[in-house]
């Protein structure tokens, strides 16, 4: 599967393609959302794995332009700020999966 990687933190990136790649998965790794995407529109993609909260964009907004691009594109969000209302905004603009953790 080829998979474009989308998070602020490089080292996150790092360690999910390092985890991704042994498998036979092609990683392709991008910090700044807005290349990510220009990257999304000269390539085919599998599945993308964005980050929630980052500068200038945010999973949802990254969900939204990839989904406008290619309707049935498999976008999966992961965050470590979970909370019901992102979780909420992530199905309703069907996303195919989120990952996030609980906020108190």
Do not use: W
């Not at 390092?18 to 390539?43: D, M, W």
């Not at 691009?69 to 992961?78: G, T």
């Not at 700020?81 to 905004?89: H, K, M």
């Amino acid at each position: 599967m080829k998979l474009l990687l989308i998070d602020d933190d490089a080292d996150c990136l790092d360690g999910l393609s390092t985890a991704l790649e042994p498998a036979g998965h092609t990683c392709q790794k991008f910090t700044v959302p807005v290349e990510a995407i220009k990257s999304y529109r000269q390539n085919q993609y599998d599945v993308v794995i964005t980050d929630m909260k980052m500068p200038g964009m945010n999973g949802i907004q990254v969900l939204k332009e990839i989904r406008s691009l290619d309707p049935v594109a498999r976008v999966i969000i992961v965050t470590g700020f979970g909370d019901v209302e992102t979780a909420i905004a992530a199905v309703n603009n069907r996303a195919y999966a989120f990952f996030g953790t609980a906020s108190r």
